[in-house]
């Protein structure tokens, strides 16, 4: 038996009806139409016929729902029934194994997957780049620990990975304005290491005027000016 995308419509949809407020009355039936659209019977919307899904057993060859009411109820049925769900798709994919897994095995190879990683850049390219602006906001602190290890070639644990994140928010320890970057104590270029003992919140000016001075000395110089 193979279950298609059809079966999973049929399974969830077929189930669930959408709320009564919603429904048109059951007297209405939708009458064939010469032109190109179609009335549907949840939201009693007149459409265009694209908006509506193919039904072979349908005298007109679509469902009687248009789209947006079909996925609403697909929604609602996940929402209501997420065991029946899990279990669902364990049973599709076991039955379907070896066409999924060869599904996988093309999308795998290098050429592929770059052509197919290119395309869905070029059609989603907003999508793309708002979840790239997500992820660096969420992740600054990694892609912080990220850059301290190509700057130190040493690894940065976990409780500094974690420390980093309360840097990233943190003031400057030295003038006391917003932050924005992290600094070693002792300079790398002295031997300080990656540890979170050895890390401080710092403004991209301070940091940058400290450079590989020691600390004490680049204090010295702070209160001289």
């Known amino acids: 038996m193979l279950v298609t995308p059809r079966c999973l419509t049929k399974f969830w949809i077929g189930e669930l009806s959408m709320p009564h407020s919603t429904r048109t009355p059951s007297s209405h039936q939708e009458s064939p139409s010469s032109d190109n659209t179609k009335t549907c019977r949840a939201c009693g919307r007149t459409l265009d016929r694209a908006q509506f899904y193919a039904r072979s057993d349908s005298p ?16 609602l049925a996940v929402q209501r029934n997420p065991e029946k769900r899990k279990e669902y798709m364990r049973q599709y994919g076991d039955i379907n194994r070896a066409r999924l897994n060869e599904q996988a095995r093309v999308r795998a190879k290098s050429d592929n997957r770059k052509l197919y990683s290119r395309r869905y850049r070029v059609h989603n390219r907003q999508s793309v780049l708002e979840n790239e602006r997500r992820y660096r906001v969420l992740n600054r602190h990694k892609e912080t620990a990220r850059q301290l290890v190509r700057r130190s070639a040493m690894p940065v644990d976990d409780t500094a990975t974690e420390y980093l ?53 680049f204090l010295v110089k702070l209160y001289d000016e």
């Open 60 to 75: 007109d060859g679509l469902r009687n729902d248009c789209k947006d009411c079909t996925k609403e109820r697909a929604k």
């Open 165 to 217: 994140r309360i840097l990233r928010g943190d003031i400057c320890s030295y003038c006391g304005k917003p932050a924005g970057t992290v600094d070693h104590i002792v300079p790398v270029a002295s031997g300080g290491a990656n540890d979170w003992d050895n890390l401080t919140s710092a403004c991209s000016s301070c940091n940058s005027r400290k450079h590989d001075r020691p600390l004490l000395a």
